[in-house]
């Protein structure tokens, strides 16, 4: 009897846990033909950056008492680094340009829903230097902390739990939300949420600069599959 | 002949063609089924500088069009036209209305503009913008953020063409009456009809009457054929002894009594008492029973169902609640036989006649529906499979040449049985 109920109760978790790994994490519009191919114009860069465990970061990294403000100015500037080698032509916009629009959220899955800022409908945002760029790829947020797993921060149903803060790290990790926006048309043509592991053993500024090269990469090859698909 | 095959293809393709540029004239990309009113108010929203109907006669072209649409008015929607958020939306709407897109990519985003969009108060926004040599149009409600349809007319020069155009493609539906100030009122404050909630506890008690036999439906009768046909010869003897169908009538009339409760409406139980009377089919060619009278068995069975049900409300006054169940039961047989009163004595095959043992132990499954008029009186249907069994292994005895082997090792048969309940709530 035992054994039957041992049975049965490995068959429920198993039945639980295949239910809880298939999340959708990009949207597409149908629009979405193509991926930004050599020229690129990204917003957001500034505010989006945020470290969680400031605490271990700062054991770690030398940045003296400020690790937040310097530790997400230098995730940011790795980020532009690694775009400006991907792409021939990076413009980026300042975040004032999109303070003044509303916040809003985009649905990914049944679960899961991103929240950013988006431009107006019929409103064109124009560059500082007077030209209209045709893409904007609007990075929303970009959560940096270790081994953290993106379900339990846009999950609506799992957002509110606690998370114990593990002793032994394996990975630092990055999870970056953003959205390829349609200027013209002022429609979101890709939205996703990325996950990006990179496994630390001590931990140095180059992990935090490999980290970024990784998500630029992650958010990359997601929007040429998005676009292909 | 060969002429008129040629004269007859190509007026078919200039009527494909025909047909194929006059569907193209008027393109729907979707249509929800939105509510249009008796003697609707209709507002012309636009974000060009004239608009491409005049609204009087696009009120002429919906009376011509839609018999049943009364008055309707029309007006420019001028409080959207002068309002930067509206108008906003209004550009955005005429470069993204495109085929191929559906209702929820068209939504309004900015919240001053969802809350105009939910102020209409029964009001139908007809959007209409210019696009070269179409018209954009979409309709909006105060029910959603989004257009209830939207789609694309040919334009023209002529504006009442071009209005009976939009009101053949949008509004040809068929209309509501608008519910007056009083009436509005009072359907927000009376309850729901169909909301109701389900009963911790639903308890009911019933009388039902039925048919078995051994066939059961849609299987072969081939399986059957031995069992049905098989005769009793000498008060004992059939080929098999495994079935008490060998022995006796299978299909008979059914009578049960039962009471059940179900809880939430999901899970419930059921006991029951079933009544039938089964003949003993004798060999009438046996000279043995010129003796017998009649000899008949009256099957008495009680059990016990589990049972899973879900309930629908498809009207006020009508509760279906389909269910399944699945049960044991034990089985009881009283035997009634008597010889001829001329016979003094009977035979000696008379008294080493088969006996049935007591009680057979079975199960039952089926499903059936319960119809519940008023929350109180019940017209149940049901159907299933019951079968009786004994145990095959028992003790061999000394006297077991002599005794007939007891028989029924498994009985199955498949009944139906139509039921009248009374339903009560003992508890809220």
């Known amino acids: 009897m035992a054994r039957l109920w041992g049975t049965l109760f490995v068959m429920a978790a198993l039945l639980f846990t295949g239910c809880a790994d298939s999340y959708q994490w990009s949207a597409k519009h149908p629009a979405y033909k193509q991926a930004p191919y050599g020229e690129l114009t990204i917003a957001g860069l500034q505010k989006a950056f945020v470290i969680t465990r400031t605490k271990w970061f700062a054991n770690r990294l030398d940045f003296g008492d400020s690790t937040q403000i310097k530790a997400t100015e230098f995730c940011a500037k790795a980020m532009e680094h690694e775009f400006r080698g991907g792409y021939s032509k990076l413009n980026v916009l300042p975040d004032s340009l999109l303070a003044n629009f509303p916040e809003e959220s985009q649905k990914l899955d049944d679960r899961i829903f991103m929240k950013g800022k988006l431009p107006e409908q019929g409103v064109i945002v124009n560059a500082p230097d007077g030209t209209i760029p045709p893409q904007i790829l609007l990075i929303h947020e970009v959560i940096i902390g270790t081994d953290l797993k993106r379900e339990n921060f846009f999950d609506y149903a799992l957002i509110h739990n606690e998370l114990e803060d593990k002793r032994d790290v394996k990975n630092i990790s990055a999870i970056v939300s953003y959205t390829l926006w349609d200027n013209i048309k002022q429609r979101p043509l890709f939205s996703a949420v990325d996950e990006i592991q990179h496994p630390v053993i001590k931990l140095t500024l180059n992990d935090l600069e490999q980290l970024m090269r990784l998500t630029v990469q992650q958010i990359r090859k997601n929007m040429y599959t998005g676009a292909g698909k | 002949m060969k002429h008129l095959s040629l004269i007859a293809f190509v007026a078919v393709i200039l009527m494909q063609a025909f047909l194929s540029g006059t569907a193209h ?177 639903r308890s009911w008690a019933g009388i039902s009457a039925g048919y078995a036999q051994a066939h059961i439906p849609l299987t072969p009768y081939n399986w059957y054929k031995r069992k049905i046909r098989s005769r009793v010869s000498n008060y004992r003897a059939t080929r098999d002894s495994v079935s008490l169908w060998n022995f006796m009538d299978d299909s008979t009339p059914l009578f049960t009594l039962y009471a059940g409760g179900i809880w939430f409406g999901f ?162």
């Open chain 2, 25 to 201: 004239a008027k393109d729907v990309f979707f249509d929800s089924h939105w509510t249009l009113w008796q003697n609707a108010d209709i507002l012309i929203w636009t974000p060009d500088k004239e608009p491409a109907i005049d609204p009087k006669e696009f009120c002429l072209s919906l009376r011509r069009n839609n018999s049943g649409i009364g008055e309707p008015k029309c007006r420019l929607f001028g409080e959207w036209e002068r309002d930067t958020v509206a108008m906003r939306y209004a550009t955005w709407l005429s470069n993204n209305i495109e085929p191929g897109l559906n209702a929820h990519l068209l939504k309004a985003r900015h919240p001053a503009m969802m809350a105009k969009l939910q102020a209409l108060e029964d009001k139908i926004v007809l959007f209409i913008a210019d696009k070269g040599d179409k018209l954009q149009i979409a309709i909006f409600d105060e029910t959603t953020l989004e257009p209830r349809s939207a789609g694309t007319v040919q334009k023209k020069n002529d504006k009442i063409a071009l209005g009976d155009d939009i009101a053949s493609a949008f509004f040809g539906r068929n209309t509501k009456r608008r519910l007056t100030k009083e009436e509005r009122l009072k359907m927000e404050t009376e309850p729901d009809d169909l909301y109701k909630e389900t009963p911790t506890f």
């Open chain 2, 267 to 428: 899970i419930g139980g059921e006991i029951f008492y079933r009544y039938s009377n089964h003949d003993v089919k004798i060999d009438e060619r046996d000279e043995v029973y010129e003796e017998l009278d009649h000899w008949n068995f009256t099957q008495h069975e009680i059990g016990l169902n589990v049972m899973f049900a879900r309930t629908y409300d498809p009207f006020k006054w009508l509760d279906l609640h389909l269910f399944a169940f699945l049960g044991f039961q034990y089985s009881f047989y009283s035997e009634d036989i008597d010889v001829k009163d001329s016979k003094k004595k009977p035979s000696r095959e008379y008294q080493t006649r088969f006996r049935t043992e007591d009680p057979y132990k079975g199960a039952l499954f089926g499903f059936g529906t319960q119809c519940v008029f008023l929350q109180h009186y019940g017209l149940s249907v049901r159907t299933g499979i019951s079968s009786r069994g004994k145990d095959v292994y028992v003790e061999p005895s000394p006297d077991a040449a002599a005794e007939p082997t007891t028989i029924g090792a498994t009985t199955v048969d498949w009944f139906v049985s139509v039921g009248l309940e009374y339903h009560w709530t003992p508890f809220k």
